[in-house]
Each structure stands twice: as structure tokens, then as C-alpha cells.
């Protein structure tokens, strides 16, 4: 039982590039998560989805795009990535909307140069 | 969101018990109180999560006051694995939950 994995786990950009961060999970979860971690911000929710084909803004969503096409999968993408979305991206998935049931994956370390 | 605040940091040498506060004024009726831990270049985990009075597991305890405006959570015995951050979070179903910057632990040796 793989969990939650993120594809890729490290990647460097040149500013205006584009790229997909995968994540999937095994676990039949409804909801998926992405969070951004920066030194000292703690982690900021990006997008989350709560089912198959559903997507929704979090508190830092500008930026990103996201889509649910199946339910195990949930891929963030950088149309035209920028310096400041240098950072640590972390994928999660729950099976309801309970606090305790987040499943975090081990996180995506993107550098924007 | 429902916000929390927490030290920003704590040290403890090893063996002893640790014990990070966390504030949350605005705490509705339904909202559970839950915590997590995050190892240097790891997603956080779920330690312990309650709703009043007291809650123990074997990693954790977490201690509610009656009006559940904060929240101590209690590490017996600390060692040096034990050094991470530790994030509070409040909320009910529905919720998108605030992980803030958490509390960050070094157990001293």
C-alpha cells in the first residue's frame, strides 16, 4: 500500500516554463489536497478537490491549475512558472472532510530560476 | 478558516515531558481539535485529535479545558526523534483546515 506518491520529488524551472506535479493515491479517498510549504509560512492550501472531476480554490490558489479526471489522481500544473512559486509542494488526500485523515505524500521540492 | 496560535518554537532536553499550548478563541461547538507532526522534508502526520476533557493514545496526549478555547499537547519522555514541528488545528467537517506555521521542537541531547 503505496499511500499518497508525488511525481516528481525535486525539479528545477527556468522562469516561463510549464510543468505538471502528479499525485495519486491508493486509498479510495474522495478528497485531495495541494499545499505549498515556504520557510516560515507553514503550509497554504492551494487547490483541493472533494471528488472525481470537482476542483476548488484554496487560500493561495493564483498561479496553479488543477484537475480531478480520475479519482486517484490529482495533478497541479504551472502554466508559466515564476521564482515565487519556489517551494515545497505537498499532496494529501482524507476520506471525508475530518482533520485526522489526511494522508500526507513525502513532497515535491521545486526550484523557479 | 478557524485560526490557532502556537509558540513558534520550544526546546527540551531529552526525557522530559514537553508541552505546546495552543489558542483558539473562535472555537465553534462542532470543532474538533487535531494535531499533526512534520519531519524535516516530510508531509505531516496525524498525532492526536479530541474534543474535550482529555485524550490519550500512544504517542500523545492532548488536554481540553472545559471552555475549549486552548489546548495543551503533551509528549511524555521526549527524545531526539521526537524534534519536528508541531501544527494545531481546529475545525469541523467542511472545514479547509489551518495548518499556520506550527510549533517547532528541538530535543536537546
Known amino acids: 500500500n503505496a499511500g499518497v506518491t508525488q511525481t516528481p520529488k525535486f525539479r528545477v524551472l527556468k522562469t516561463g516554463q510549464s510543468m505538471t506535479l502528479l499525485c495519486a493515491q491508493d486509498?479510495?479517498?474522495?478528497?485531495m489536497y495541494w499545499y505549498r510549504q515556504d520557510p516560515g509560512m507553514g503550509l497554504r492550501l492551494i487547490h483541493y478537490s472533494v471528488g472525481e472531476g470537482t476542483t476548488a480554490k484554496g487560500e493561495v490558489p493564483d498561479g496553479y491549475n488543477v484537475s480531478r479526471l480520475k479519482k486517484q489522481n490529482f495533478l497541479l500544473g504551472l502554466e508559466s512558472a515564476a521564482p515565487s512559486q519556489t517551494s515545497v509542494y505537498f499532496c494529501?488526500?482524507?476520506?471525508?472532510?475530518?482533520?485526522?485523515?489526511?494522508?500526507f505524500g513525502s513532497g515535491t521540492r521545486l526550484t523557479v530560476v | 478558516l478557524a485560526k490557532t496560535t502556537q509558540p513558534i518554537s520550544m526546546d527540551s532536553y531529552e526525557g522530559q515531558e514537553v508541552n505546546i499550548t495552543c489558542s483558539h478563541n473562535n472555537i465553534a461547538t462542532n470543532d474538533y481539535i487535531t494535531w499533526y507532526q512534520q519531519f524535516p522534508s516530510q508531509g505531516p502526520r496525524f498525532i492526536i485529535q479530541g474534543y474535550k476533557t482529555k485524550v490519550t493514545n500512544e504517542v500523545a496526549s492532548l488536554f481540553i479545558p472545559a471552555d475549549r478555547k486552548s489546548s495543551t499537547l503533551s509528549l511524555p519522555r521526549v527524545s531526539l526523534s521526537d524534534t519536528a514541528v508541531y501544527y494545531c488545528?481546529?475545525?469541523?467537517?467542511?472545514?479547509?483546515?489551518?495548518f499556520g506555521t506550527g510549533t517547532s521542537l528541538t530535543v536537546i541531547p
Open positions: 488545528l481546529v475545525g469541523d467537517t467542511g472545514n479547509q483546515f489551518y
Open positions: 494529501a488526500s482524507s476520506y471525508g472532510r475530518g482533520a485526522d485523515g489526511y494522508t
Open positions: 486509498m479510495n479517498h474522495e478528497y
